[in-house]
């Protein structure tokens, strides 16, 4: 079975309702990005930075899975797939898709600020002030802020250095480390980039560019992955 590495960003959950992540203006749902998403932004008013994330996971526990999520898992009946997200959301994991890494956290996690940034799971539970981890720390969102390390990115890189074709979906590829990804799948093998207005990647010849929304693009591309791979349904 070929192994399909497909890197998803903020596209694929925008068509579910959830905002996507920079706004044209700069903003993140009306508050600036360093406001909300920095350890600055943390240190200068966790209160607002809690209070957004539980509004964003209220929002993700609303959303449903729509079809470019479900494409994605459809795609494990004849791929080893293995989904890198940028999105901090669960809809892969809803839809079915069963290995999943996620680049930037998870808003249904919660981690100590203490040593050992100790991972707590979010049920319909919000964080508030004083919500400690079992070192006494304060419980922050388990999400990777700017001017934060990226600790999957190890991970990600050694699944696409094994991949046979790379999916690229929903993401600007603007955002470093993780638009880095592409560079390292193997020369020779394949990616598909589906976007309505792509940020062309310089990755060579062996680059299919759909130029639509997930939702219209995943079910183009698994047929285009079954050409390529002479994979027969039947």
């Known amino acids: 079975m070929k192994k399909l590495v497909v890197f998803t960003g903020a596209g694929v959950s925008a068509e579910s309702g959830i905002a996507t ?119 922050r969102p388990h999400i990777v802020w700017f001017g934060e390390s990226v600790p999957m990115m ?3 890189i050694e699944e696409v250095l094994s991949a046979d074709a790379l999916l690229v979906v929903g ?12 560079t390292y799948l193997p020369s020779g093998k394949p990616i598909f980039l589906v976007d309505p207005s792509p940020s062309i990647p310089s990755v060579g010849k062996n680059l299919e560019v759909i130029r639509t929304k997930a939702v219209e693009g995943l079910p183009l591309v698994k047929d285009m992955l079954l050409r390529h791979f002479n994979i027969t349904t039947s």
Request: with cysteine; charged share 25%; aromatic share 8%.
């Open 154 to 156: 190890d991970f990600a």
């Open 21 to 139: 992540f920079r706004a044209s203006d700069g903003l993140w749902e009306n508050h600036r990005i360093e406001d909300v998403a920095s350890p600055e932004g943390w240190a200068k008013d966790p209160s607002l930075v809690l209070d957004f994330y539980n509004m964003r996971r209220a929002q993700a526990r609303k959303a449903m899975p729509n079809l470019a999520h479900e494409t994605i898992c459809e795609l494990e009946q004849w791929f080893d797939v293995v989904v890198v997200t940028q999105n901090i959301d669960n809809l892969h994991e809803r839809a079915g898709s069963r290995r999943i890494i996620h680049l930037h956290g998870s808003i249904f996690h919660a981690r100590g600020t203490g040593k050992n940034e100790e991972l707590v799971e979010l049920h319909s539970e919000d964080i508030q002030i004083g919500d400690l981890a079992s070192d006494g720390s304060q419980l």
């Open 171 to 182: 993401t600007s590829l603007q955002v470093y480390p993780a638009a880095s990804l592409l």
